[in-house]
T-cell receptor, first 110, second 116 residues
Framework: GIQVEQSPPDLILQEGANSTLRCNFS?????LQWFHQNPWGQLINLFY???GTKQNGRLSATTVATERYSLLYISSSQTTDSGVYFC????????????FGKGTRLSVIA | GAVVSQHPSWVICKSGTSVKIECRSL??????MFWYRQFPKQSLMLMAT?????????EQGVEKDKFLINHASLTLSTLTVTSAHPEDSSFYIC????????????FGEGSRLTVL
């Protein structure tokens, strides 16, 4: 099955700093989503981005489908950005549901 | 975005009892729902896929007789953990899509099960 690798596994930032999270995947995809899991466990949809670039406030994401990677940018980080960021994909032509990476655990300190 | 609601958020039960978790799509019809399980500090692992009106498809290693899934309508799927044991303690989270495999998934709030 498709493999999803996220980096870095852990990240500590000072409030106000910028960061880039990476997601590599091993096969072509027709769905790629980024999620933020908050301390209570809820998964918040950030982006549905199988290709291209999207922006939402301080967050933006880019997926280069031909090179099988996606990037999540967080600018001017805030303590509320802390949590785990997951990338998840569905491979093209497969009937497999969303497969998750292991996540990036982000801690933003004041 | 679409809203998926899960209930209960927390449940504590005695070993040997059964627990039912409900997952509802509130503002869309979910042709497909998925159930995931997450252990502490780990990623989400797919347990099963359910389509309305048909039997669920379970992932390898998931006991279908222990984790009963019913997708009786386009807005409701239930997961019943039968004869629960402490090793079943985990965070269970459902997701739903109106667009079938490949469509954007929306997740419920999750249910934290503790079996004593």
């Amino acid at each position: 099955g498709i493999q999803v690798e996220q980096s870095p596994p852990d990240l500590i930032l000072q409030e106000g700093a910028n960061s880039t999270l990476r997601c590599n995947f091993s096969d072509s995809v027709n769905n790629l989503q980024w999620f933020h899991q908050n301390p209570w466990g809820q998964l918040i949809n950030l982006f549905y981005i199988p290709s291209g670039t999207k922006q939402n406030g301080r967050l933006s994401a880019t997926t280069v489908a031909t090179e099988r990677y996606s990037l999540l940018y967080i600018s001017s980080s805030q303590t509320t950005d802390s949590g785990v960021y997951f990338c998840a994909v569905v491979s093209i032509g497969g009937n497999t549901p969303l497969v998750f990476g292991k996540g990036t655990r982000l801690s933003v300190i004041a | 975005g679409a809203v998926v609601s899960q209930h209960p958020s927390w449940v504590i039960c005695k070993s040997g009892t059964s627990v039912k978790i409900e997952c509802r799509s509130l503002d869309f019809q979910a042709t497909t729902m998925f159930w995931y399980r997450q252990f502490p500090k780990q990623s989400l692992m797919l347990m099963a896929t359910s389509n309305e009106g048909s039997k669920a498809t379970y992932e390898q290693g998931v006991e279908k007789d222990k984790f009963l899934i019913n997708h009786a309508s386009l807005t409701l799927s239930t997961l019943t953990v039968t004869s629960a044991h402490p090793e079943d303690s985990s965070f269970y989270i459902c997701s739903a899509t109106a667009q079938g495999v490949g469509g954007e998934l929306f997740f419920g709030e999750g249910s934290r099960l503790t079996v004593l």
